[in-house]
């Protein structure tokens, strides 16, 4: 699948990057990571501009944060009444346990792109809770070029070794992915036990 994204981006360059890093935020599966580490190791061998690369990533995960936002603000408290009811907290709990969770959003926000599922998350959550826009906005920036900066000067400087770590086998990656898939749903299931809590 990896090959494929790294065609995408060789065809149609600095477009290619930020429509994959938009999509990975919003929730539409993209290899953003690895896809990043691809670019720069590309930019090191002179296929891509770094500084072009960084703005395109920077730009892509920046849209996709606000994006995500407006959705979570226009309908994701409908959708959050909803599923509250199969998980058992009602529209007052929720409303508690947004409040809570703008006490941390901001730093949420910032540090969550480091963390795959919560960096798709935490928009969603922030437009639910109506968290302050120019505040969101900040963190959302603040966090945006940290990430993209760090996963693309590790490709620049280290990828070619990054690189070899994909070529696992398929039995490996299998463990790899089933692995950080049960740490995902472990965290969200946390994280509804502390809502609730929250919430009471």
Sequence with gaps: MLQHFQEFIATYGDAAIFVLV???????????ESMLVFVGLAASQGTLKLWSA???AFSGSLTGMLTAYILGAVLGHRILVKIGKMIGISEKKWDKATTAFKKRAL?????????????????????ISRLRFPLYFLSSAAGALSWTTTFL?????????FVKLLTLTPLAIGIGCSII??????????????LRRQAE
């Design 54 to 56: 960084l703005i395109a």
């Design 22 to 32: 938009f999509c990975g935020i919003v929730g539409i599966p993209a290899p953003e």
């Design 107 to 127: 730093w949420a926000v910032a540090f969550g792109f480091f963390i795959p599922g919560i960096r798709q998350l935490n928009p969603y959550l922030s437009g």
């Design 181 to 194: 898939l049960a740490g995902f749903v472990l965290f969200v299931f946390i994280q509804v036990l502390l």
């Design 153 to 161: 000067l590790i490709g620049y400087f280290v990828g070619d070794r």
